[in-house]
């Protein structure tokens, strides 16, 4: 999710960043930290991804932007 229209390089670079509520082993570095973009990211037996973005409708202005990536296997 975004507030502008970012390039595909930062969305997925801002998957990748939850690297830092990461801890290899464990998981999460803090119960209920995200962490789910950057380990699909990382999965290794992924093969696959499609990805989307949209413009949400502009009564939403903060986040109107929305990125969606489908990996397989998920």
């Known amino acids: ?3 502008y ?3 595909w390089q930062e969305a997925i670079q801002s998957f990748y960043n939850e690297v830092e509520n990461f801890e ?8 209920g ?3 789910g973009h950057y380990t699909q990211v990382m999965w290794y037996s992924s ?3 499609g ?5 949400c409708p502009e009564d ?3 986040l109107q932007y929305y990125y969606v ?3 397989c296997p998920s």
């Open 5 to 7: 229209p970012a390039s």
């Open 60 to 62: 939403n202005e903060r």
């Open 51 to 55: 990805c989307y973005s949209t413009e």
């Open 33 to 35: 930290l995200v962490i």
């Open 47 to 49: 093969y696959l991804i």
């Open 24 to 31: 290899y082993g464990k998981g999460a570095k803090v119960p």
């Open 69 to 71: 990536c489908h990996y």
């Open 1 to 3: 999710m975004a507030s």
